[in-house]
């Protein structure tokens, strides 16, 4: 059966929430101290102590959505530590990660500097675990309030005299783990204290957001749903990928098919896992309110040989492509209830975009990922039909193309492709049905590799770059729009309206 896509032009709805390509950055390792934060003394180029070449290249991602300082961090992360002068902050212990002691440089006024350099919105984890309400609720009045008051004088005799626009909070991060080790029960109740105290200050909104289920622990979210989604905006999920298991999750350049295959396999039960906890929320919420929240997601392997085993550095290969594009197309296709999706993480750390090495700063294939799929931010999500060959090893299969489509507001349909089989080359026939004026104005680019490990180096910094379509890999025939895709590739392709 030839793979065939179909794709009604005339019947979106749903409109792709741009924060599904947010992005996630924590106290762990480099992420923040040597990948955005440099200081104001260093020779690296900077603006305020945050690093300029870091800054630029997020910023053709079109970052919308920025979650910081954890993670794990966050429930130790007391903020007052992080504001004042800087020779005047205390130094603590990052006791989740590595042991290192950290001088607080960075804190809530270098985070909210970050986001408006990025273009991102914040959002902010508070601290439930080790944090009182008192310390949560003066954290969102010294950000959000513009009158006389104990925390917004504070802030002024910080060097800040308005106040910043902070949409979304965090209530707690794993509160099942790392934050608290607490029963769902417990947990609901917290939450429905610690939320109390988030207030809206003026004209800012919060976007409250509930430490929701670590993978498939549906419980969780039955309980949280239950006694307390009143309460929410949003409910997060958390769920990581990798080879093996928790204890040896895989190298991330060293592989072969068989891992290559099992990766991609579990990273698409992301849908599994989307609709059975959106299945849930369904029953307390069937109007769809409360957004689905993935604020942790992405790959996880064993740390680089020679680093810190704290510091989750890894590679990323065009493994990790793969798994970015398959699972940004699942959350495209349940923007009715996904609302918000922060990949882990931003610089240096896990499944990263970026990757520093003093001076010298790479994009990794995830990255190029991003930038391609970033057509899609604000579009409305365009109903397809797929017929796919599978892509098999031994007994086990999985498909071999996915696609994602949606249309923006100059009437542009912009397509994602996903090709899983590394042996092979693919075919695709797609149609565009219901377009006022179907197009052959076609424009692409694919990313692809002579290697399913093929990364990039700081030494070899385009191993894996995308590339525009060769002659004969996107035409049309007969209204059709013919691709062929290499073996284990993504695309993106850009259907124009005639003049």
């Known amino acids: 059966m030839p793979n065939t896509l179909i794709v009604n032009a005339d019947q979106g709805v749903h409109v792709i929430n741009p924060n599904i390509y947010g992005h996630f950055a924590e106290h762990l390792g480099r992420c923040i101290y ?226 290559w295959f099992v990766t991609l396999k579990k990273s698409l039960k992301i849908e599994e896992l989307v609709q059975r906890h959106g299945g849930v929320m369904d029953r307390y919420d069937p109007e769809k309110r409360v957004g689905l929240i993935v604020d942790e997601w992405g790959t996880w392997w064993d740390v680089e040989p020679g680093t810190n085993p704290g510091f989750l550095y890894q590679q990323n290969s065009l493994r990790d492509a793969l798994v970015a594009g398959l699972t940004l197309n699942v959350f495209n296709a349940h923007c009715d209830r996904v609302q918000m999706a922060n990949i882990a993480q931003t610089v240096n750390v896990l499944q990263a975009m970026v990757l520093t090495d003093g001076p010298r700063m790479l994009l990794t294939p995830t990255y190029h990922v991003f930038e391609m799929w970033k057509v899609h931010q604000g579009g409305t999500l365009l109903p397809l039909y797929l017929s796919s060959d599978a892509y098999a090893r031994g007994d086990d299969q999985i498909p071999a193309l996915s696609a994602s489509a949606s249309k923006d507001a100059a009437g542009r349909v912009h397509l994602t492709l996903c090709h899983t089989d590394p042996t092979r080359s693919a075919t695709l026939s797609c149609e565009l049905r219901g377009a006022s004026s179907p197009s052959s104005n076609v424009a692409g680019r694919v990313l692809a590799a002579g290697a399913i490990n093929a990364h990039n180096t700081f030494d070899e910094g385009d191993a894996v770059t995308p590339r525009a379509f060769k002659d004969g890999e996107a035409r049309w025939e007969d209204g059709r729009l013919t691709l062929t895709l290499p073996p284990a590739s993504v695309a993106v392709v850009t259907l124009s309206p005639e003049a």
């Open 34 to 259: 040597e990948g955005f934060w440099v200081g104001e003394d260093g020779s690296i180029p900077h603006t305020r102590g945050i690093r300029n070449d870091v800054v630029e290249a997020l910023r053709q991602l079109n970052p919308p959505v920025l979650r910081w300082p954890g993670g794990c961090f966050a429930d130790e992360y007391h903020w007052m530590d992080g504001i004042g002068p800087r020779e005047n902050r205390p130094s603590i212990v990052n006791t989740h990660w590595g042991l290192v002691t950290e001088n607080n440089y960075f804190g809530t006024h270098e985070f909210f500097d970050l986001c408006e350099m990025l273009g991102a919105a914040p959002y902010i984890c508070g601290n439930v675990g080790s944090g009182t309400v008192q310390e949560m609720q003066q954290w969102v009045e010294y950000c959000t309030f513009a009158d006389r008051s104990p925390m917004a004088d504070l802030r002024r005799k910080n060097g800040r005299e308005e106040p910043w626009k902070l949409p979304y909070f965090g209530v707690g991060n794993e509160s099942w783990g790392c934050g608290g080790n607490m029963r769902p029960e417990y947990y609901a109740d917290e939450y429905r204290r610690y939320q109390t105290y988030v207030r809206h200050f003026g004209d800012n909104k919060v976007y409250k957001i509930a430490c929701g289920a670590n993978n498939a622990d549906y419980e969780w979210t039955e309980v949280l749903m239950r006694q307390a989604s009143r309460y929410m905006n949003g409910l997060s999920l958390h769920y990581y990928t990798f080879a093996g298991d928790w204890r040896h999750k895989g190298s991330a350049t060293e592989f072969d098919e068989a891992e």
